[in-house]
């Protein structure tokens, strides 16, 4: 099955990603009965699957998941170096670092 591509509102939240996996999930199972493929619970698990991987490559390429893995990231970052900042600031105060900029 060639997924067609996910639309934006699709990927916005955990029900509408799922209600869209199902949706096209079950439209092709549908469609393969029609024809009069045989279906079993392996092909839908297959099915389901695939279609899932597909999901989850559009939410990883579209932008806003670029964006929120980039301030997840920069949160992280930034807690680490304040972590840092207090493990080390006597020793900095030391070297002349200073509490505010010049």
Not at 17 to 44: H, I, N, S, T, W
Not at 59 to 85: C, F, G, T, W, Y
Request: aromatic share 4%; no cysteine.
């Amino acid at each position: 099955m060639a997924s067609r591509p996910y639309a934006v509102e699709e990927l916005l939240s955990f029900d509408r990603m799922k209600r869209a996996v199902m949706g096209r999930v079950v439209d092709a199972a549908e469609k393969a009965l029609e024809e009069g493929a045989p279906f079993d619970q392996q092909k839908l698990a297959d099915l389901t699957a695939q279609e899932w991987k597909a999901a989850k490559e559009a939410v990883r390429n579209s932008p806003a998941a670029r964006e929120a893995a980039r301030e997840h990231m920069e949160k992280i970052v930034a807690q680490m170096v304040e972590d840092m900042l207090r493990s080390d600031k006597a020793e900095m105060e030391a070297l002349g670092v200073q509490e505010k900029s010049i």
